[in-house]
């Protein structure tokens, strides 16, 4: 009895497999890795930023694109080399980058979060998964000229989409989180989002792929994908490097590898690649211990406590394809790191990773039918793929069992696929 495939076992199609299972589909989730999580969703900042899903298409990115084109040290670098392979996605990133549709597109991905975030309490209230949740908000600093008017407007933004919102003085950032104290004269200002959390999106996504496994769904790993099969307009199977397996339907959750899987049926969708890095450090060994993420507007970087670990997160760099770890960026989010804790002990060998953040023109992601029968896509999660995991596989599975009311909640993310 063919079932339902999804390929991609990152935190999107693990947590898709465990939604589908629970409405009692026979579930098969093919990935080339040997394990769940270890694409995109490997090392990411952890945050489950609910209350403040913004895009990146922003008023302010394409003067900040401009000054930093080519600057190796830059917070987001676009790489001169990547512009002709950007085409027309660059093009259309550039529009969404207007005040009232970045406003509007940040309401709906933030009242998206919101539901996202309250899903997965409810599904922790059901099943048991470990994966050093974090719960208390992230403190945001803003630091240098400016940073009072931007911080409360960004706070007044962040309000009128639901989220509560603390200000604090800087004596009350550093009462909250004494790791600041030896930067406390350079803060401005703090925002603190109460309502947030944070976690390890690995260990979630090979959580949620146990429990999923323990409802029925097949994992297979190290399963290639080299095709869809499409006949008379209708999914009917997909194509391995050894053999084909057939399907009722097909789920697309490959993350940044998604567009290339799609396209030789004629389904496009406008998803770059944006490479981001993070460092995995011990945090008894670097002797800074935050209780709960500092996100610095000012170095462009967050600092997530996981367990015992620190996963500092940050940069953007459109490099097209290239997935090479530079050393080069590698340095300036130690930097970074350095100038909000100068405290910090850094040793000389860091845990660097790098990943390729799967990104839309404008932020929102594809959760779709297609104009294939049974093929649908739930990706182009961009830098929010941890934060919009759930809401996202309720959506794809809504739109499969048939149960999806497009007029109920304020998530209109359903779009035509170009
Ligand atoms: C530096 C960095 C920091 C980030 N911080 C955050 C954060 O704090 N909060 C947040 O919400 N998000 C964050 N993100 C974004 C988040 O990590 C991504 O949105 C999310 O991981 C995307 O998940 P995915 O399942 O779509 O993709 P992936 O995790 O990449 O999974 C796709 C899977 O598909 C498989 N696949 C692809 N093609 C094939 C094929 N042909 N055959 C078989 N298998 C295939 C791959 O092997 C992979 O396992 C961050 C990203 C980066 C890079």
New binding site residues.
């Given amino acids: 009895m063919p079932a339902t495939i999804i ?9 898709t497999a465990y939604f589908l299972a629970r409405e009692g589909l026979s579930v098969t989730v ?4 040997p394990e ?14 609910a209350n403040s ?1 913004l895009p990146w298409s922003s008023p302010g990115t394409p003067l900040q694109m401009l000054k930093w084109l080519g600057r190796e040290d830059a917070p987001l670098l676009l790489r001169p080399s990547a512009i002709p392979s950007l085409g027309s996605w660059g093009l259309r990133f550039l529009a969404n980058c207007r005040d009232s549709k970045y406003r509007d597109t940040a309401n709906t991905l933030t009242r998206f979060g919101q539901h996202s975030l309250g899903l997965m309490n409810t599904l922790l209230t059901r099943d048991s998964l470990n994966f050093d949740l974090g719960r208390g908000g992230f403190l945001e600093i803003f630091k240098g000229p400016g940073a009072r008017a931007s911080a409360e407007s960004f706070a007044a933004l962040l309000e009128r989409m639901g989220a509560r919102v603390r200000r604090l003085d800087r004596l009350a950032c550093v009462t909250l989180e004494p790791s600041l104290l030896p930067i406390e004269s350079s803060i401005e200002v703090g925002l603190w989002l109460e309502n947030d959390c ?1 976690g390890d ?1 690995h260990l979630f ?1 090979r959580e949620i792929a146990r429990v999923a496994a323990d409802q029925g769904v097949r994992f297979e790993y190290g ?4 095709g869809l099969e499409v006949r008379n307009g209708k999914i009917t199977g997909v194509k ?1 490097a050894h053999g084909r397996i057939e399907a009722e339907r097909v789920i697309v ?6 567009p ?2 799609l396209a030789p049926c004629g389904v496009k969708i406008s998803v770059a690649p ?5 460092l995995t450090l011990n945090r008894d060994e670097v002797g800074v211990a935050p209780t709960r993420p500092i996100v610095d507007d000012h170095e462009h970087i ?1 600092v ?1 406590p996981l367990g015992d670990r620190l996963r500092v ?3 953007v760099e459109f490099a097209g394809n290239d997935r090479t770890l530079r050393a080069s960026r590698v340095a300036n989010l130690k930097q970074a790191l350095r100038n909000l804790y100068p405290q910090i002990s850094l040793p000389a060998e860091v845990n660097a ?6 990104m839309t023109v404008d932020g929102l992601p594809y959760i779709d039918a297609t104009p294939i029968e049974n093929l649908f896509v ?12 759930c809401a996202s596989a309720e959506r794809v599975t809504q739109l499969v069992t048939g149960t999806y009311a497009p007029h109920v909640g304020a998530f209109k993310l359903n779009r035509r696929l170009i």
Wanted: hydrophobic share 40%; proline share 3%.
């Fill in positions: 390929i991609g076992a990152g935190v999107i199609g693990a947590t093919l990935d080339s890795q769940p999580g270890m694409q995109t969703s490997f090392a990411n900042g952890g945050l489950l930023a899903a944070w999106a996504t399963s290639e994908v080299t391995l959750c490959g993350g940044a590898a998604s290339a899987l944006v490479k981001g890095y993070s967050c997530t997160a940050g940069t990773w790098c990943g390729m953040r799967p739930n990706t182009g999660h961009g830098a929010l793929g941890w934060t919009l995991a």
